[in-house]
C-alpha cells in the first residue's frame, strides 16, 4: 500500500513548533531564575535586617560586662587609652558628625549636664567616639564637638580600633542608606554610658533623657563615690 505523500509544509512547520518550545523553554527558565534569585534577594534581606534588629535590642539591653581597654586618638591628633581617665567619671557615647539627628540630641543633653554640674563637672570626661572613621577626622571631630561643649572629647581611630571599642561597649553600628550619590547615613545604637572613676559601668541613658535628671544620676554616682573615699 503506497504512503500519503508527506505535505511540503510538514517539516518547516515541525521545526518552527520545536524552535517555538525551545524559546518557551528559555523565557520559562529565566523567569523562574530572576524568581528564584529575587527569592534568594529578598530572604538575604531579610536575614540581614533581622540581623541588624537582633544587634539593635542587644545594644539596647546589652549583657554582660561593658567598656574595657582602648587605644584612639583625640581631637588633637594625640594617642590616648582608657588609663589615661582614670580617676575621673566617664560620659561615653557614640555616633559620627553628619549624624542628622541623635547624636545632636544626645550632645546637646550631654553638655546641658556638663553645665548643670557647675565646677562638679571637672569631675566628668566625656568622650565622643566615633563610629564612622572613614569621614571623622580628628580636625572634624574636634570642630564638631566643640560647637556644643569644650568639655566633650572627640575620638576616632582605625575601623580595627573603632569595632573594638565598640564591641567592649556592645555598641551597634552599620553603614546605612547612601544618599545624593556620595554621601551616607549610619546605622547606630544610641546609649549615653556612664563609667566609673575606675573603668567600671555605672549605668546608661537613651539619648533623648531628661537632661536634668541625667544631671541628678550623675551626682548621685559622684555623691556615693565620695562617700566611700575615706576620710584622712
Avoid at 26 to 44: D, F, M, R
Avoid at 95 to 116: E, F, N, W
Avoid at 161 to 179: F, H, L, P
Avoid at 194 to 201: D, I, V
Wanted: net charge negative; glycine share 10%.
Amino acid at each position: 500500500m503506497a504512503k500519503s505523500p508527506k505535505s511540503p509544509d510538514s517539516e518547516p512547520s515541525k521545526h518552527l513548533l520545536l524552535a517555538e518550545l525551545r524559546v518557551l523553554r528559555i523565557v520559562l527558565a529565566i523567569v523562574i531564575g530572576l524568581g528564584l534569585a529575587g527569592g534568594v534577594a529578598a530572604w538575604q534581606i531579610h536575614k540581614d535586617e533581622m540581623r541588624r534588629e537582633t544587634l539593635r535590642a542587644e545594644a539596647l539591653h546589652p549583657v554582660g560586662a561593658i567598656g574595657g581597654p582602648f587605644t584612639l586618638t583625640d581631637q588633637d591628633g594625640k594617642t590616648v587609652s582608657d588609663t589615661d581617665f582614670r580617676g575621673k567619671f566617664l560620659l561615653v557615647y557614640f555616633g559620627y558628625t553628619y549624624c542628622p539627628d541623635l547624636c545632636p540630641t544626645g550632645l546637646s543633653g550631654i553638655a546641658h549636664v556638663l553645665d548643670t554640674l557647675g565646677s562638679e563637672a571637672k569631675k566628668v570626661q566625656t568622650l565622643f567616639i566615633t563610629i564612622d572613621p572613614a569621614r571623622d577626622t580628628p580636625a572634624k571631630l574636634k570642630q564638631y564637638v566643640e560647637s556644643f561643649h569644650p568639655g566633650i572629647m572627640g575620638l576616632t581611630g582605625t575601623p580595627e580600633q573603632i569595632a573594638a571599642v565598640a564591641k567592649e561597649y556592645k555598641v551597634y553600628y552599620a553603614k546605612g542608606e547612601v544618599v545624593e550619590g556620595h554621601d551616607y547615613i549610619m546605622d547606630h545604637s544610641n546609649l549615653i554610658y556612664l563609667m566609673g572613676p575606675g573603668g567600671t559601668f555605672l549605668t546608661s541613658f537613651p539619648d533623648d533623657a531628661d537632661p536634668d535628671g541625667m544631671a541628678v544620676a550623675v551626682r548621685r554616682f559622684m555623691d556615693k563615690q565620695q562617700a566611700a573615699v575615706p576620710a584622712k
